[in-house]
């Protein structure tokens, strides 16, 4: 499964990102971060999501508010520090996330929506059909060239064949 993260801003979500790449994922003003908020009372970078073990783990402040689903249970971030389920890391509480867990961060102004999903399909690339082939082994342009005249009128002349000056015999 890959993370999905979704921002809320003014009670509408204005940005949501599906992770196929697991790495780090940041939020604040520095250009850099994951997630930018320019004109906002956000740090320059605050890390949200680390990616280590092969696992995903939601990264938190004291300052911060939020919930986690773990199972069937919803719990907020203060009951994750007290339980001793988030583990203290210098400033940070760090919660290893399973795939089942979602829930919501909140950093100020801005709501992150977090879930694990079944990535989308892949865009399909448009192929375009290889170029079809005249009778002179020259790409087919259909009936013919369209020209324009000076008057602007649409005149449709036959394509005329290239022929070389080396080629004539």
Same mark, same amino acid.
Request: positive net charge.
């Given at each position: 499964?890959?993370?999905?993260?979704?921002?809320?801003?003014?009670? *509408?979500?204005?940005?949501?990102?599906?992770?196929?790449?697991?790495?780090?994922?940041?939020?604040?003003?520095?250009?850099?971060?994951?997630?930018?908020?320019?004109?906002?009372?956000?740090?320059?970078?605050?890390?949200?999501? !680390?990616? *280590?073990?092969?696992?995903?783990?939601? +990264?938190?402040?004291?300052?911060?508010?939020?919930?986690?689903? @773990?199972? #069937?249970?919803?719990?907020?971030?203060?009951?994750?520090?007290?339980?001793?389920?988030?583990?203290?890391?210098?400033? +940070?509480? +760090?919660?290893? @996330? =399973? !795939? #089942? /867990?979602?829930?919501?961060?909140?950093?100020?102004?801005?709501?992150?929506?977090?879930?694990?999903?079944?990535?989308?399909?892949?865009?399909? *690339?448009?192929?375009?059909?290889?170029?079809?082939?005249?009778?002179?082994? =020259?790409?087919?342009?259909? /009936?013919?060239?369209?020209?324009?005249?000076?008057?602007?009128? #649409?005149?449709?002349?036959?394509?005329?064949? #290239?022929? *070389?000056?080396?080629?004539?015999?």
């Amino acid at each position: 499964k890959i993370l999905r993260v979704a921002l809320v801003q003014g009670h *509408k979500i204005t940005e949501e990102r599906h992770f196929r790449k697991k790495h780090d994922i940041t939020i604040g003003q520095d250009q850099k971060n994951t997630f930018v908020i320019p004109a906002s009372n956000l740090p320059a970078s605050i890390p949200v999501f !680390e990616h *280590k073990g092969g696992q995903y783990h939601l +990264v938190f402040t004291e300052r911060m508010d939020g919930r986690v689903r @773990l199972g #069937t249970a919803d719990v907020d971030f203060a009951s994750l520090r007290d339980q001793g389920l988030a583990k203290k890391r210098g400033p +940070v509480y +760090v919660l290893p @996330l =399973s !795939e #089942t /867990a979602r829930g919501t961060v909140r950093l100020g102004e801005v709501t992150m929506l977090f879930q694990f999903a079944t990535p989308p399909p892949e865009p399909k *690339k448009t192929e375009l059909p290889p170029p079809t082939e005249g009778p002179s082994g =020259s790409p087919d342009k259909g /009936a013919g060239d369209q020209r324009v005249s000076p008057g602007g009128t #649409t005149n449709t002349q036959p394509a005329q064949p #290239t022929v *070389k000056p080396d080629e004539t015999g």
